[in-house]
Nanobody, 122 residues
Framework: VQLQASGGGLVQAGGSLRLSCTAS????????IGWFRQAPGTEREFVAA????????YYPDSVKGRFTISRDNAKNTAYLQMNSLRPEDTAVYYC????????????????WGQGTLVTVSS
Protein backbone atom coordinates (compact mmCIF):
# COMPACT_ATOMS: atom_id res chain seq x y z
CA VAL A 1 0.00 0.00 0.00
CA GLN A 2 1.14 3.55 -0.70
CA LEU A 3 0.31 6.29 1.79
CA GLN A 4 0.15 10.02 1.34
CA ALA A 5 -0.15 12.39 4.29
CA SER A 6 -1.52 15.88 3.87
CA GLY A 7 -3.05 18.74 5.80
CA GLY A 8 -0.06 20.15 7.62
CA GLY A 9 0.61 23.85 7.92
CA LEU A 10 1.25 26.77 10.21
CA VAL A 11 -1.15 27.36 13.07
CA GLN A 12 -1.13 29.44 16.23
CA ALA A 13 -1.01 27.81 19.64
CA GLY A 14 -4.49 26.75 20.67
CA GLY A 15 -5.56 26.20 17.08
CA SER A 16 -6.56 23.08 15.20
CA LEU A 17 -5.53 21.12 12.14
CA ARG A 18 -6.79 17.94 10.52
CA LEU A 19 -4.32 15.68 8.82
CA SER A 20 -5.34 13.13 6.23
CA CYS A 21 -3.65 9.90 5.20
CA THR A 22 -4.85 8.57 1.87
CA ALA A 23 -3.94 5.07 0.77
CA SER A 24 -3.79 3.50 -2.65
CA UNK A 25 -4.85 -0.07 -3.22
CA UNK A 26 -7.92 -2.02 -2.28
CA UNK A 27 -6.92 -3.44 1.10
CA UNK A 28 -6.82 -0.34 3.31
CA UNK A 29 -9.12 -1.99 5.82
CA UNK A 30 -6.57 -4.77 6.34
CA UNK A 31 -4.12 -2.41 8.03
CA UNK A 32 -3.79 -0.92 11.45
CA ILE A 33 -3.01 2.78 10.89
CA GLY A 34 -0.69 4.84 13.04
CA TRP A 35 0.43 8.44 13.16
CA PHE A 36 3.94 9.38 14.28
CA ARG A 37 5.81 12.64 14.46
CA GLN A 38 9.42 13.66 14.38
CA ALA A 39 10.90 16.97 15.40
CA PRO A 40 14.46 17.92 14.39
CA GLY A 41 17.05 16.03 16.39
CA THR A 42 14.54 13.68 17.98
CA GLU A 43 13.36 10.13 17.39
CA ARG A 44 10.08 9.35 15.71
CA GLU A 45 7.33 9.50 18.33
CA PHE A 46 4.05 7.62 18.44
CA VAL A 47 1.02 9.91 18.28
CA ALA A 48 -2.07 7.78 17.60
CA ALA A 49 -3.25 4.49 16.18
CA UNK A 50 -6.55 2.97 15.08
CA UNK A 51 -7.48 -0.63 14.50
CA UNK A 52 -8.68 -2.01 11.18
CA UNK A 53 -12.37 -1.50 11.75
CA UNK A 54 -11.91 1.68 13.75
CA UNK A 55 -13.22 0.14 16.94
CA UNK A 56 -10.17 0.92 19.07
CA UNK A 57 -7.89 3.91 19.22
CA TYR A 58 -4.66 4.53 21.14
CA TYR A 59 -2.83 7.66 22.21
CA PRO A 60 0.14 8.58 24.37
CA ASP A 61 -0.53 10.85 27.33
CA SER A 62 1.10 13.79 25.52
CA VAL A 63 -1.80 14.08 23.05
CA LYS A 64 -4.67 12.28 24.79
CA GLY A 65 -7.74 14.47 24.92
CA ARG A 66 -6.40 16.81 22.23
CA PHE A 67 -5.90 14.52 19.21
CA THR A 68 -8.42 12.17 17.65
CA ILE A 69 -7.67 9.51 15.07
CA SER A 70 -10.38 8.16 12.79
CA ARG A 71 -10.69 6.34 9.50
CA ASP A 72 -13.07 5.90 6.61
CA ASN A 73 -12.30 2.58 4.96
CA ALA A 74 -14.67 3.31 2.08
CA LYS A 75 -12.50 6.32 1.22
CA ASN A 76 -9.16 4.61 1.98
CA THR A 77 -8.40 7.51 4.30
CA ALA A 78 -7.40 8.00 7.92
CA TYR A 79 -7.52 11.29 9.75
CA LEU A 80 -5.81 12.93 12.68
CA GLN A 81 -7.79 15.79 14.19
CA MET A 82 -5.48 17.92 16.32
CA ASN A 83 -6.96 20.46 18.70
CA SER A 84 -5.46 22.75 21.33
CA LEU A 85 -2.15 22.64 19.52
CA ARG A 86 1.00 23.60 21.38
CA PRO A 87 4.41 24.73 20.13
CA GLU A 88 5.83 21.39 21.25
CA ASP A 89 3.54 19.65 18.74
CA THR A 90 5.66 21.13 15.95
CA ALA A 91 7.05 18.25 13.87
CA VAL A 92 6.79 16.36 10.63
CA TYR A 93 3.81 14.03 10.95
CA TYR A 94 3.83 10.64 9.28
CA CYS A 95 1.12 8.08 8.78
CA UNK A 96 2.00 4.41 8.67
CA UNK A 97 0.30 1.07 8.12
CA UNK A 98 0.93 -2.41 9.38
CA UNK A 99 -0.67 -5.84 9.39
CA UNK A 100 0.00 -6.65 13.05
CA UNK A 101 -1.69 -5.46 16.19
CA UNK A 102 0.99 -3.68 18.19
CA UNK A 103 0.88 0.03 17.51
CA UNK A 104 3.37 2.27 19.30
CA UNK A 105 6.73 1.17 17.84
CA UNK A 106 7.69 2.78 14.55
CA UNK A 107 9.85 -0.13 13.42
CA UNK A 108 6.82 -2.46 13.54
CA UNK A 109 5.12 -0.63 10.68
CA UNK A 110 5.45 -1.88 7.13
CA UNK A 111 4.48 1.18 5.08
CA TRP A 112 5.03 4.90 5.54
CA GLY A 113 3.77 8.08 3.97
CA GLN A 114 6.07 10.96 3.09
CA GLY A 115 5.22 13.20 6.03
CA THR A 116 3.53 16.56 6.39
CA LEU A 117 4.95 19.46 8.40
CA VAL A 118 2.98 20.95 11.27
CA THR A 119 4.28 24.18 12.77
CA VAL A 120 2.66 25.65 15.87
CA SER A 121 3.62 29.21 16.69
CA SER A 122 3.48 30.61 20.20
Amino acid sequence: VQLQASGGGLVQAGGSLRLSCTASGRTFSAYLIGWFRQAPGTEREFVAAITRGGGSTYYPDSVKGRFTISRDNAKNTAYLQMNSLRPEDTAVYYCAARYGSTYSTASDYNYWGQGTLVTVSS
